[in-house]
């Protein structure tokens, strides 16, 4: 509870109020050097130093000069639109329990608290909002076990304003979630009330940063506890393969027709379930999608790198170098079917280009590839050899392309194109 003044001057106090400070100091005489522009010549004087000490001279002069010291002191801030700010806080728990405040408050309600009916309106919806409810006090008296501490009026020289201070959400606490008999879990996730909007209550792990997924549950007491809930990647997850495939998988679990449990680590006990939770992903999709990132995950361990997944759409090309990059990882070929293949050639008179056209039947072609490396979502894996084989090969052309050689000059390109003479099988290997 903060009592809001609009200015402190430079004033001799002793057993009374004075001017605009009504702090209420007993049996003390104080010196107060600490006005406005006093403060401020220090500042521009660059001695912030001097200037934290004439505020720490200040708090200290007056904190325990409280009349229910010392189990009571006075809490005094500076707010840089509203002046000083000066309360009362109890020393301990002790203190509190043995000196309680009460009092009797005469204040405007403010337009927008209007729908309240009583007080306990008004706390219960700042405890909902997690917000401090402020009201300009018209009177107020205060008082410290036996002790009026306060008596105070607004006019047209001061303003009075009463602070109702709410208590925080419990914190969060680690919990599991987990599908079935452990069929899916998601380890560690801290989960605590997030909202409260009449009789639903948000639970959720929003404020968790270290997490890749936020989930939330949104229980309404009214309706048989009736429960939504929404998972998505966190803040700066949203483009990381882990994050996005623990969402997914959470999904498709969902539509497995799985019980859902919540367990509180500390104890290991159930603290929420939900009996065959449901979406309307549709399932083939959610299936593609979390097989698509499991693979990505193993390539992300087996080559030690980490993927920045697209903004947009998955590409064609972007499916191939997965497939490639899989059958590497376990040493086997990748196999398409070629159709045609149309290769470059730079004439070589030195060379047995002519016999090797020349006697070339159905064979194996092996190309290799200058590039040695497969570029994937903003990585680049490297290998030692790369090469692709063509099977049951035939030049097409193959007079045309012969007499062309004859007639070319060294260093001249010439195009050839090759197809299938029985399956058009090509391996195509990273080693």
Same mark, same amino acid.
């Given at each position: 509870?903060?009592?809001i003044?609009?200015?402190?001057?430079?004033?001799?106090?002793?057993?009374?109020q004075?001017?605009?400070?009504?702090?209420?100091?007993?049996?003390?005489?104080? #010196?107060?050097?600490?006005?406005h522009?006093?403060? @401020?010549?220090?500042?521009?004087?660059?001695?912030?130093?001097?200037?934290?000490?004439e505020?720490?001279?200040?708090t200290r002069?007056?904190?325990?000069?409280?009349?229910?010291?010392?189990?009571w002191?006075?809490?005094?801030?500076?707010?840089?639109?509203?002046?000083?700010?000066?309360?009362?806080?109890?020393?301990?728990?002790?203190?509190?329990?043995?000196?309680?405040?009460?009092?009797n408050?005469?204040?405007?309600?403010?337009?927008?608290?209007?729908?309240?009916?009583?007080?306990?309106?008004?706390?219960?919806?700042?405890?909902?909002?997690?917000?401090?409810?402020?009201?300009?006090?018209?009177?107020?008296?205060?008082?410290?076990?036996?002790?009026?501490?306060?008596?105070?009026?607004?006019?047209?020289?001061?303003?009075?304003?009463?602070?109702?201070?709410?208590?925080?959400?419990?914190?969060? !606490?680690p919990?599991?979630?987990?599908?079935?008999?452990?069929?899916?879990? !998601?380890?560690?996730?801290?989960?605590g009330? %997030?909202?409260?909007?009449?009789?639903?209550?948000?639970?959720?792990n929003?404020?968790e940063?270290s997490?890749r997924?936020?989930?939330?549950?949104?229980?309404?007491?009214?309706?048989?506890?009736?429960?939504?809930?929404?998972?998505? %990647?966190?803040?700066?997850?949203?483009?990381?393969?882990?994050? #996005?495939?623990?969402?997914?998988?959470?999904?498709?679990k969902?539509?497995?027709n799985?019980?859902?449990k919540?367990?509180?680590?500390?104890?290991g006990?159930?603290?929420?379930?939900?009996?065959?939770?449901?979406?309307?992903?549709?399932?083939?999709?959610?299936?593609?999608?979390?097989?698509?990132?499991?693979?990505?995950?193993r390539?992300?361990?087996?080559y030690?790198?980490?993927?920045?997944?697209?903004?947009?759409? !998955?590409?064609?090309?972007?499916?191939?170098?997965?497939?490639?990059?899989?059958c590497?990882?376990?040493?086997?070929?990748?196999?398409?079917?070629?159709?045609?293949?149309?290769?470059?050639?730079?004439?070589n008179?030195?060379?047995?280009?002519?016999?090797?056209?020349k006697?070339?039947?159905?064979?194996?072609?092996?190309?290799?590839l200058?590039?040695?490396?497969?570029n @994937?979502?903003?990585?680049?894996?490297?290998? %030692?050899e790369?090469?692709?084989?063509?099977?049951?090969?035939?030049?097409?052309?193959?007079?045309?392309?012969?007499?062309? @050689?004859?007639?070319?000059?060294?260093?001249? !390109?010439?195009?050839?194109?090759?197809?299938a003479?029985?399956?058009?099988?090509?391996?195509?290997?990273?080693?």
């Amino acid at each position: 509870m903060g009592f809001i003044k609009n200015a402190l001057s430079s004033k001799k106090a002793k057993n009374k109020q004075k001017g605009k400070i009504n702090t209420n100091i007993q049996n003390s005489e104080i #010196n107060i050097d600490l006005s406005h522009r006093h403060v @401020l010549n220090l500042a521009r004087k660059g001695q912030v130093g001097e200037v934290i000490n004439e505020l720490d001279i200040l708090t200290r002069s007056v904190e325990n000069q409280h009349p229910c010291a010392p189990y009571w002191k006075y809490d005094i801030s500076l707010n840089r639109n509203e002046g000083i700010k000066i309360g009362h806080i109890p020393t301990s728990k002790e203190a509190f329990e043995k000196y309680p405040p009460r009092g009797n408050v005469r204040f405007k309600l403010p337009e927008e608290y209007k729908w309240a009916k009583n007080m306990s309106d008004l706390v219960n919806y700042g405890y909902e909002k997690q917000m401090p409810i402020t009201l300009d006090v018209e009177e107020l008296k205060l008082w410290i076990g036996e002790h009026l501490v306060e008596t105070m009026k607004s006019d047209e020289h001061s303003k009075c304003t009463l602070e109702i201070l709410n208590r925080e959400f419990p914190p969060a !606490i680690p919990v599991k979630i987990e599908f079935g008999d452990n069929i899916f879990s !998601i380890d560690y996730l801290e989960i605590g009330i %997030t909202e409260i909007n009449g009789s639903k209550i948000t639970l959720s792990n929003e404020k968790e940063e270290s997490s890749r997924v936020v989930i939330k549950f949104i229980i309404d007491l009214e309706k048989n506890d009736e429960c939504r809930f929404f998972i998505d %990647t966190n803040k700066g997850y949203e483009l990381n393969v882990e994050a #996005n495939l623990l969402v997914s998988e959470f999904l498709e679990k969902c539509n497995q027709n799985l019980d859902m449990k919540i367990i509180y680590l500390k104890e290991g006990k159930v603290i929420i379930s939900f009996n065959n939770p449901n979406i309307e992903d549709n399932k083939v999709d959610l299936e593609k999608r979390s097989k698509l990132l499991k693979d990505l995950h193993r390539l992300e361990k087996h080559y030690d790198i980490e993927f920045t997944l697209p903004k947009d759409n !998955i590409l064609e090309e972007d499916l191939e170098n997965i497939a490639i990059l899989l059958c590497a990882m376990e040493n086997k070929s990748y196999d398409i079917n070629y159709g045609s293949v149309t290769l470059t050639l730079e004439v070589n008179k030195d060379s047995n280009q002519y016999d090797m056209i020349k006697n070339m039947e159905k064979s194996m072609l092996r190309v290799d590839l200058n590039d040695k490396s497969i570029n @994937l979502f903003n990585q680049s894996i490297n290998f %030692t050899e790369a090469y692709r084989e063509f099977y049951n090969v035939k030049m097409k052309d193959k007079e045309r392309v012969l007499e062309k @050689l004859e007639v070319l000059d060294n260093k001249d !390109i010439i195009k050839l194109e090759l197809i299938a003479d029985g399956d058009d099988i090509c391996k195509i290997i990273y080693k």
